[in-house]
């Protein structure tokens, strides 16, 4: 008799889990995974090379000293100038020469500097973070880590404050639109108190993403000419005067939105509304309110995320490189 189920393979060899594939299959003994096509568990296996979660997070880091041998090792060599050899000194979160006796601090001009958390908790929030693509709030982090409120606001907000866009001008089909961010008023003032904000996404590759103090037409020049290229760039956007002059030295591309015109051919601006809805509806969902004064530092995570999407281990490790990267503000 055939009976319809769902299987896929765990880590551990010839072990079936509950969770179900995204296809079902029929199989004729449910007590053996003999009659599962191979083709499923390559899938799954495939699928699954990319994922970091808690157990990788645990096999990778098992101990406060495996975190801070990981800092040592991004940050420092392991050699000195003099010739000598760094070593751990006990009880300390620093290292020493045994040369010239000088010391290092892996932690020291990060966001883990003189920070009573302990760095395996400190990562695990990280791997939190970085799973969490429509943003995670502070009072998960609190119940999670078991700490303070204040503890967990303060761990996110460093946290979104290392992580910087590139510099890098984008290049190639390039999406530009404007959204509104936040603020509530009446009809008639009803964008009185909202903020301005403008994303350039680059198609197949990364995105900017910047609050203005308005949605003028300097406004417009300045974060497109900062941000995109001249060169090789064919500029996509809507049918708005702010672009008239301000895309002159581009080849561009627009559609009218007012005669309900969204896509013309490849030309849209669909990436960029996409970003939009995404922000919009995890601020909602997850933040419920966003201040103005850290708007863009939650912008900045929403980037971080659209640029480094796909694999959740890369994910994570450049995660962490950024934050070694830059110092703590």
Not at 54 to 80: M, N, Q, T, W
Not at 99 to 110: D, K, N, Y
Not at 221 to 250: E, G, M
Request: proline share 2%; hydrophobic share 35%.
């Amino acid at each position: 008799m055939l009976e319809l189920r769902s299987y896929f393979f765990t880590n551990e060899a010839d072990n079936v889990s509950s969770v179900p594939l995204a296809r079902l299959t029929f199989i004729t003994d449910v007590d053996s995974v003999a009659h599962i096509p191979t083709q499923h568990n390559e899938r799954y296996i495939f699928s699954m090379a990319g994922r970091f979660g808690i157990r990788s997070l645990r096999k990778k880091f098992p101990s406060e000293d495996a975190c801070l041998a990981y800092l040592f090792k991004r940050r420092h060599g392991v050699k000195c100038s003099c010739g000598g050899r760094y070593k751990r000194i006990p009880l300390r979160k620093q290292y020493q020469c045994g040369g010239c006796r000088h010391q290092i601090a892996p932690t020291a001009g990060t966001i883990f500097e003189k920070s009573k958390v302990p760095l395996s908790l400190w990562f695990h929030c990280l791997m939190v973070f970085s799973n969490a693509k429509s943003g995670i709030s502070a009072k998960v982090i609190e119940r999670d880590l078991e700490i303070t409120y204040k503890c967990a606001w303060r761990m996110l907000t460093l946290v979104r404050g290392a992580l910087r866009q590139s510099e890098e001008t984008l290049y190639g089909d390039v999406e530009v639109d404007t959204g509104y961010i936040g603020g509530k008023a009446r009809l008639e003032r009803r964008m009185h108190n909202k903020s301005t904000v403008f994303a350039a996404k680059q198609r197949k590759g990364s995105m900017r993403v910047e609050v203005t103090k308005d949605g003028s037409a300097r406004a417009h020049k300045n974060f497109i000419w900062k941000n995109v290229s001249t060169k090789q760039t064919r500029l996509l956007t809507d049918s708005a005067n702010h672009f008239l002059k301000v895309a002159a030295p581009y080849k561009r591309e627009a559609v009218n939105h007012n005669k309900k015109e969204y896509v013309r051919g490849d030309a849209h601006v669909n990436s960029a509304e996409n970003f939009w809805s995404h922000v919009k509806g995890s601020i909602r969902g997850t933040h419920k309110k966003v201040s103005k004064k850290y708007l863009q530092s939650y912008l900045d995570s929403f980037v971080f995320h659209a640029n480094n999407r796909g694999s959740d281990k890369e994910r994570f490790f450049a995660l962490l490189d950024t934050i070694l990267r830059h110092p703590k503000a």
